[in-house]
């Protein structure tokens, strides 16, 4: 069982369109990060929520911790091509000074 | 510009025979992870070094074994590469920043196996 549920799996949508990916958890995080990695790379961090009930804006990207910091979304406003690649969200885990992964979501925004 | 970087970008290597990935950082960062990433997947932690302490993850196979001579530098050795090890084999780096270890990836090595 994946201790950090994430959804959807794969998104395809065209240019200009909303999204949200979603993830969730029966434990609660100290802290929930957002990474973003393209084809042949290394996972990019896109930003860290701490607080619960946090929001937190990246241009286009809005992000928000869980007030019970059990879950995390990330919203994509007038989606572009470039958004394509594989989110991850990930879970701090203060026992054992780790993170925990979701499983994933591959987004692809056609043009 | 401070980094994570990583040796080589691509690994060819026969069943069977050791093979051995490197990392470097210039963060100064104490704590230091591998991961496997098998396509389009999430990442799944092998091991991690917290300063010189070992961390293994319980269902980290005996074949992986890792080395931390000193902060910068980590190795991860593949004892007896079978076709399953072929897989982006990523290291990171993070210290703690306000409560939150945020990770710092290099951009991984392709390992193939044949």
């Known amino acids: 069982t994946q201790l950090l549920e994430q959804s959807p799996q794969f998104l395809s949508i065209q240019e200009g369109e909303n999204l949200t990916v979603y993830c969730n958890s029966s434990s609660v995080f100290s802290s929930l990060q957002w990474y973003r990695q393209e084809p042949g790379e290394g996972p990019v961090l896109l930003v860290t929520v701490v607080t619960g009930g946090e929001v937190k804006k990246l241009k286009r990207l809005t992000f928000q911790f869980g007030d019970a910091r059990k879950d995390s979304s990330l919203h994509i406003t007038a989606a572009q091509p470039g958004d394509t690649g594989l989110y991850l969200c990930?879970?701090?885990?203060?026992?054992?000074?780790?993170?925990?992964f979701g499983a994933g979501t591959i987004l692809r925004v056609k043009s | 510009d401070a980094m994570v970087i990583q040796n080589p970008r691509y690994q060819v290597t026969q069943f069977g025979k050791p093979v051995t990935l490197s990392c470097s950082q210039t963060?100064?960062?104490?704590?230091m992870y591998w991961y496997q990433q098998k396509s389009s997947q999430a990442p799944k932690l092998l091991f991690h070094y917290y300063d010189k302490d070992f961390n293994n993850e319980a269902d980290t196979p005996d074949n992986f074994q890792s080395r931390r001579p000193n902060t910068s530098f980590c190795f991860l050795d593949i004892r007896s590469p079978g076709l399953g090890d072929a897989a982006m084999y990523l290291c990171?780096?993070?210290?703690?920043?306000?409560?939150?270890?945020?990770?710092?990836f290099g951009p991984g090595t392709r390992l193939t196996v044949t």
């Open positions: 990930a879970g701090f885990m203060e026992y054992g000074n780790k993170l925990v």
């Open positions: 990171a780096t993070s210290r703690e920043s306000s409560g939150a270890y945020e990770q710092y």
């Open positions: 963060l100064n960062h104490n704590v």
